[in-house]
């Protein structure tokens, strides 16, 4: 029978309506008023009973209605919230300030239930997996014949605290089991947690750490991204001559002659928003697809399975990049702008209140061409290696009894050139028994530094870690340079020392005046440890300077977030995003964004985006209070 329940026993059919079911067994009074009910009717039914067989199954009916009525009315009073319903936090929820967690538990307990005389008490414990914190009891203090309960709570925030549920128990006397308890919090809101220090998640790839003393002739064998863009007539995927094509086909040139090893070549192709792009999503990719076969014809050396081709349409990510370096519009005007874009609505809906806005057409002109085009993002590495010969006399210093025939700057060639940390470490070791420099003390500490980052043992990452900080002792002991300095603070970082850290990134940079990449390697990771701290407007300082890591722009975002700028943190996360997708934490910060914002849609889209890029960002997601309303 549709949309019904049927219950059969004997002759007797009943079948209540589900709609009503629920509602019935919800309320204590409606279900006694059923069974008063079903009393009479087996009453009556029995009075009329002709054989025993009826009257048998009769009575077992009524058995087991009672039975069930007792279970639920059970069930229920379990579930209900009788004591704590008023009782909640302020804030609402549980988020790190600095290095603690702070908040008021406040509420009163239900009138005339005559609590006060029975030693009310309520004990607050947090609860993971990992561990406990009992945070003691909460007073109940009467006013006028009310229990009124108010606390203060402060503690130090530990890694395992992250998932924790705070749990109010309430009891009648001080050793009693609970009557009721509740969960006033999930989770922990720690966003200044999730800064870029050079740590990493389990699954995710381990990011390189510290900086070699190089001399000025040669450069670290690291990898090098270059971005171009090539530009079409609108609605075509053909190529054009324009002079911006032929500028960027000129500075991809100039890089792969710099850097030949390439390591990855991407080119996503792109549409505008203008109706003669026209609406076929397939026009991007033929963009991409073209701009691919003119740089095999460039370039011979490339081959066609380095290449990977991806496109976007309906999306307005790459206009609002375009927007932030766009000088023409007065900063409130773009502010609009962005509003719009943030709005919920799909991607013609968005198109549409844009246009309405100020300088439309102007802006429209100066930005839509731009968005005609193929961008290509090139990795590559410059090559580093010895000859033939010298490779020879290479091996012949190695020996247990070798000579050294080979200068300072051999020796610092091959050492960058060395595929593996291993072989970097053996390198390194024999040019402080040859050279004995400040630099090779500081170039074989960073190489222990990361071999100490990679490994999950505790205690052989702690042995590691002891000999790059005695390394990094030595080469400030023969001179104290700011690069050794900055290896140090580093170093401090990764062992969670992060005030010491702080302290010597600091002297760090008064001695790094003039060195301008150094500079920005010392005052990013002291932003990021400002952040960490809990001084984010000094950390937006320190982010002061030109930014091209996309570690640096989300921990500028991160900043910014907190501090409830959420227009400049989104800036920055986008930023994040273009500088290096692959990093997910970008999309991370825009998710974090949108909820604020109240735009769930949004902020589901971009989690979905992060993990993508970074699947291990799967357990922050899933214990983040922000996205309690998902189910990652």
């Given at each position: 029978?549709?949309?019904?329940?049927?219950?059969?026993?004997?002759?007797?059919?009943?079948?209540?309506?589900?709609?009503?079911?629920?509602?019935?067994?919800?309320?204590?009074?409606?279900?006694?008023?059923?069974?008063?009910?079903?009393?009479?009717?087996?009453?009556?039914?029995?009075?009329?009973?002709?054989?025993?067989?009826?009257?048998?199954?009769?009575?077992?009916?009524?058995?087991?209605?009672?039975?069930?009525?007792?279970?639920?009315?059970?069930?229920?009073?379990?579930?209900?919230?009788?004591?704590?319903?008023?009782?909640?936090?302020?804030?609402?929820?549980?988020?790190?300030?600095?290095?603690?967690?702070?908040?008021?538990?406040?509420?009163?307990?239900?009138?005339?239930?005559?609590?006060?005389?029975?030693?009310?008490?309520?004990?607050?414990?947090?609860?993971?997996?990992?561990?406990?914190?009992?945070?003691?009891?909460?007073?109940?203090?009467?006013?006028?014949?009310?229990?009124?309960?108010?606390?203060?709570?402060?503690?130090?925030?530990?890694?395992?605290?992250?998932?924790?549920?705070?749990?109010?128990?309430?009891?009648?006397?001080?050793?009693?089991?609970?009557?009721?308890?509740?969960?006033?919090?999930?989770?922990?809101?720690?966003?200044?947690?999730?800064?870029?220090?050079?740590?990493?998640?389990?699954?995710?790839?381990?990011?390189?750490?510290?900086?070699?003393?190089?001399?000025?002739?040669?450069?670290?064998?690291?990898?090098?991204?270059?971005?171009?863009?090539?530009?079409?007539?609108?609605?075509?995927?053909?190529?054009?001559?324009?002079?911006?094509?032929?500028?960027?086909?000129?500075?991809?040139?100039?890089?792969?002659?710099?850097?030949?090893?390439?390591?990855?070549?991407?080119?996503?192709?792109?549409?505008?928003?203008?109706?003669?792009?026209?609406?076929?999503?397939?026009?991007?990719?033929?963009?991409?697809?073209?701009?691919?076969?003119?740089?095999?014809?460039?370039?011979?050396?490339?081959?066609?399975?380095?290449?990977?081709?991806?496109?976007?349409?309906?999306?307005?990510?790459?206009?609002?990049?375009?927007?932030?370096?766009?000088?023409?519009?007065?900063?409130?005007?773009?502010?609009?702008?962005?509003?719009?874009?943030?709005?919920?609505?799909?991607?013609?809906?968005?198109?549409?209140?844009?246009?309405?806005?100020?300088?439309?057409?102007?802006?429209?002109?100066?930005?839509?061409?731009?968005?005609?085009?193929?961008?290509?993002?090139?990795?590559?590495?410059?090559?580093?290696?010895?000859?033939?010969?010298?490779?020879?006399?290479?091996?012949?210093?190695?020996?247990?009894?070798?000579?050294?025939?080979?200068?300072?700057?051999?020796?610092?060639?091959?050492?960058?050139?060395?595929?593996?940390?291993?072989?970097?470490?053996?390198?390194?070791?024999?040019?402080?028994?040859?050279?004995?420099?400040?630099?090779?003390?500081?170039?074989?500490?960073?190489?222990?530094?990361?071999?100490?980052?990679?490994?999950?043992?505790?205690?052989?990452?702690?042995?590691?870690?002891?000999?790059?900080?005695?390394?990094?002792?030595?080469?400030?002991?023969?001179?104290?340079?700011?690069?050794?300095?900055?290896?140090?603070?580093?170093?401090?970082?990764?062992?969670?020392?992060?005030?010491?850290?702080?302290?010597?990134?600091?002297?760090?940079?008064?001695?790094?005046?003039?060195?301008?990449s150094l500079t920005i390697a010392i005052e990013s990771l002291r932003g990021a440890l400002d952040?960490?701290?809990?001084?984010?407007?000094?950390?937006?300082?320190?982010?002061?300077?030109?930014?091209?890591?996309?570690?640096?722009?989300?921990?500028?975002?991160?900043?910014?977030?907190?501090?409830?700028?959420?227009?400049?943190?989104?800036?920055?996360?986008?930023?994040?995003?273009?500088?290096?997708?692959?990093?997910?934490?970008?999309?991370?910060?825009?998710?974090?964004?949108?909820?604020?914002?109240?735009?769930?849609?949004?902020?589901?889209?971009?989690?979905?985006?992060?993990?993508?890029?970074?699947?291990?960002?799967?357990?922050?997601?899933?214990?983040?209070?922000?996205?309690?309303?998902?189910?990652?």
């Amino acid at each position: 029978m549709k949309n019904k329940r049927m219950l059969s026993i004997g002759k007797f059919n009943f079948s209540p309506s589900l709609e009503q079911t629920p509602k019935a067994l919800s309320s204590k009074n409606n279900f006694s008023f059923s069974m008063v009910g079903s009393k009479c009717m087996c009453a009556k039914v029995l009075i009329n009973a002709s054989n025993w067989q009826t009257r048998l199954v009769i009575r077992l009916f009524w058995m087991l209605s009672i039975f069930f009525a007792a279970s639920q009315n059970s069930v229920g009073q379990q579930a209900e919230a009788t004591y704590l319903t008023s009782v909640s936090l302020v804030p609402q929820k549980l988020r790190v300030e600095r290095d603690s967690i702070k908040f008021l538990i406040t509420g009163k307990l239900p009138a005339g239930s005559g609590l006060l005389t029975k030693q009310p008490n309520l004990r607050l414990r947090l609860l993971s997996n990992r561990d406990t914190l009992d945070l003691g009891t909460i007073p109940v203090q009467n006013q006028a014949g009310i229990a009124i309960l108010t606390k203060n709570i402060a503690f130090s925030y530990m890694p395992w605290m992250e998932d924790a549920r705070l749990v109010l128990d309430f009891s009648l006397g001080k050793n009693k089991a609970p009557e009721e308890s509740k969960i006033l919090a999930k989770g922990v809101q720690a966003p200044q947690l999730l800064v870029r220090l050079g740590t990493y998640l389990p699954g995710e790839a381990i990011p390189p750490v510290g900086r070699f003393d190089f001399s000025t002739t040669i450069k670290e064998s690291k990898p090098v991204t270059k971005s171009v863009s090539f530009r079409f007539e609108p609605g075509k995927s053909d190529w054009a001559a324009f002079q911006e094509n032929q500028e960027a086909q000129r500075q991809l040139a100039v890089f792969l002659e710099q850097n030949p090893e390439l390591l990855s070549l991407k080119i996503t192709g792109l549409q505008s928003p203008e109706q003669s792009e026209g609406r076929n999503s397939q026009l991007g990719y033929l963009r991409a697809e073209r701009i691919g076969q003119k740089l095999l014809e460039f370039f011979p050396s490339l081959s066609k399975d380095q290449i990977t081709y991806q496109s976007r349409w309906n999306d307005w990510f790459d206009f609002r990049i375009l927007l932030a370096d766009y000088s023409g519009l007065a900063e409130e005007t773009k502010a609009r702008y962005y509003e719009e874009l943030q709005e919920e609505g799909t991607y013609f809906e968005k198109g549409q209140r844009i246009k309405a806005l100020p300088e439309f057409e102007r802006l429209a002109a100066a930005l839509y061409p731009k968005l005609r085009s193929a961008k290509v993002e090139l990795t590559a590495r410059p090559y580093l290696g010895l000859g033939k010969q010298k490779g020879i006399l290479l091996k012949e210093a190695l020996a247990p009894a070798g000579v050294n025939k080979l200068s300072y700057s051999d020796w610092e060639l091959a050492a960058a050139a060395a595929p593996s940390l291993e072989e970097k470490a053996m390198l390194y070791a024999s040019m402080i028994k040859w050279f004995g420099s400040p630099a090779t003390f500081i170039n074989l500490a960073v190489v222990r530094m990361r071999q100490g980052q990679e490994l999950q043992d505790e205690e052989s990452r702690a042995v590691l870690w002891e000999e790059s900080a005695r390394l990094l002792e030595e080469a400030n002991r023969l001179k104290l340079l700011p690069l050794g300095l900055y290896n140090q603070g580093q170093l401090k970082v990764l062992q969670g020392e992060f005030w010491e850290a702080y302290k010597i990134l600091s002297e760090a940079s008064v001695l790094a005046k003039g060195d301008a990449s150094l500079t920005i390697a010392i005052e990013s990771l002291r932003g990021a440890l400002d952040v960490r701290r809990g001084d984010y407007k000094l950390a937006l300082l320190r982010f002061g300077y030109p930014m091209e890591s996309a570690e640096d722009w989300f921990n500028k975002g991160i900043a910014s977030y907190i501090l409830g700028d959420y227009l400049n943190a989104n800036a920055a996360f986008e930023a994040s995003v273009l500088a290096n997708r692959e990093l997910g934490y970008g999309y991370y910060g825009l998710a974090l964004v949108a909820m604020e914002l109240g735009q769930a849609e949004s902020g589901s889209l971009y989690l979905e985006k992060a993990l993508t890029y970074r699947p291990a960002l799967r357990q922050k997601i899933a214990i983040d209070p922000a996205f309690s309303q998902f189910d990652f």
